[in-house]
């Protein structure tokens, strides 16, 4: 298949594209390369994308904000599917920088839906976050939960992503799979979360700041299993069934567990063999206490079955950061 990769120089592109040329898929990638977080991390990541010197991929610094280039985009190559993984990310900085959030999950979405209906894409994957969940102590699951009351703007961008989507399958019954991703975490992961911050943090003996005192639980999710479900949404295309005339579909993509923070941090401390320099800090606007997915659905109809715990994912992570050789020009 001919498949448009947005946002392929970031952390979760980065590794579909790589799975896709490894199934023989013709890839076209684009990514914006923005400054959310030091971009010779993406620099680096499309370097290695580069380095395998794939005849099956093509790269352009495109945004999906510019209108006339992504219709010239859609236009030249009549994609057969697209997987939207380009978005502003960041939950805490969607506080102080809501607009580039309107900009790119907003306008740049509406982009890749105006032009997979014009070029009559058969399959769009799109990206969503466990954070349209809310405050939801309990498991969230796609069809029962409660998503209409998010607590940042980046929750709510996602949320009207998913709104936008179902329209937009509705009006021209584009097949849409929805994808509610669970903090991911893994090599060439984002410097802003969790695991990357910590581990920066304990090996250069500087102070890691919890929140909420530390009192939050996440359901880690590994890169490897977030890949794995991307592509089993890309073969399970939603068609209309006799009772549902919109072809769209929604899945978790998580590892169905919640694990409490400071265990996470205990883990990293034990095998980097370090101590971390902790301040507890009281909770901060727009947390999530607890995120924990359903992931029956996943299972029953993507096969998805996420293989890593966290603390083997930890040692995967590490492994890379180590040898990471240009780790130390990304403070």
């Given at each position: 298949?001919?498949?448009?990769?947005?946002?392929?120089?970031?952390?979760?592109?980065?590794?579909?594209?790589?799975?896709?040329?490894?199934?023989?898929?013709?890839?076209?990638?684009?990514?914006?390369?923005?400054?959310?977080?030091?971009?010779?991390?993406?620099?680096?990541?499309?370097?290695?994308?580069?380095?395998?010197?794939?005849?099956?991929?093509?790269?352009?610094?495109?945004?999906?904000?510019?209108?006339?280039?992504?219709?010239?985009?859609?236009?030249?190559?009549?994609?057969?599917?697209?997987?939207?993984?380009?978005?502003?990310?960041?939950?805490?900085?969607?506080?102080?920088?809501?607009?580039?959030?309107?900009?790119?999950?907003?306008?740049?979405?509406?982009?890749?839906?105006?032009?997979?209906?014009?070029?009559?894409?058969?399959?769009?994957?799109?990206?969503?976050?466990?954070?349209?969940?809310?405050?939801?102590?309990?498991?969230?699951?796609?069809?029962?939960?409660?998503?209409?009351?998010?607590?940042?703007?980046?929750?709510?961008?996602?949320?009207?992503?998913?709104?936008?989507?179902?329209?937009?399958?509705?009006?021209?019954?584009?097949?849409?799979?929805?994808?509610?991703?669970?903090?991911?975490?893994?090599?060439?992961?984002?410097?802003?979360?969790?695991?990357?911050?910590?581990?920066?943090?304990?090996?250069?003996?500087?102070t890691i700041y919890l929140h909420n005192k530390g009192h939050h639980y996440r359901d880690f999710t590994y890169i490897d299993d977030i890949v794995d479900g991307v592509t089993l949404a890309l073969k399970k295309i939603p068609k209309i069934q006799k009772?549902?005339?919109?072809?769209?579909?929604?899945?978790?993509?998580?590892?169905?567990?919640?694990?409490?923070?400071?265990?996470?941090?205990?883990?990293?401390?034990?095998?980097?063999?370090?101590?971390?320099?902790?301040?507890?800090?009281?909770?901060?606007?727009?947390?999530?206490?607890?995120?924990?997915?359903?992931?029956?659905?996943?299972?029953?109809?993507?096969?998805?079955?996420?293989?890593?715990?966290?603390?083997?994912?930890?040692?995967?992570?590490?492994?890379?950061?180590?040898?990471?050789?240009?780790?130390?020009?990304?403070?």
């Open positions: 298949m001919k498949i448009l990769v947005t946002g392929a120089a970031g952390f979760i592109g980065f590794h579909v594209v790589k799975r896709l040329l490894s199934d023989k898929h013709k890839v076209i990638g684009i990514d914006n390369f923005n400054k959310y977080y030091d971009v010779k991390l993406k620099k680096s990541r499309y370097l290695k994308l580069k380095n395998l010197k794939n005849k099956n991929l093509s790269f352009f610094k495109i945004d999906i904000q510019n209108n006339k280039k992504i219709n010239k985009l859609f236009k030249k190559y009549k994609f057969d599917c697209v997987i939207n993984l380009a978005a502003q990310a960041g939950v805490r900085y969607s506080i102080s920088n809501s607009e580039s959030y309107l900009n790119s999950n907003i306008i740049g979405f509406y982009n890749i839906l105006k032009y997979s209906a014009k070029y009559h894409v058969k399959h769009l994957v799109a990206a969503s976050s466990s954070s349209v969940y809310g405050e939801q102590l309990n498991a969230a699951n796609e069809d029962k939960s409660d998503t209409d009351k998010p607590l940042q703007f980046y929750a709510a961008t996602k949320k009207s992503n998913e709104l936008m989507a179902y329209s937009y399958s509705n009006i021209y019954k584009i097949p849409i799979t929805i994808l509610r991703f669970f903090t991911v975490y893994g090599p060439w992961g984002r410097p802003d979360m969790a695991l990357f911050k910590f581990t920066r943090a304990i090996l250069k003996n500087k009772n549902i005339s919109v072809p769209l579909a929604i899945f978790n993509l998580g590892n169905g567990k919640a694990v409490h923070l400071k265990n996470f941090l205990l883990e990293l401390e034990k095998q980097l063999k370090i101590k971390a320099r902790i301040i507890y800090l009281k909770k901060q606007k727009g947390d999530v206490f607890k995120t924990l997915a359903c992931i029956k659905k996943a299972k029953k109809e993507l096969g998805y079955n996420p293989k890593i715990n966290y603390k083997k994912g930890i040692t995967q992570f590490l492994t890379w950061y180590k040898n990471y050789s240009n780790i130390e020009k990304l403070n």
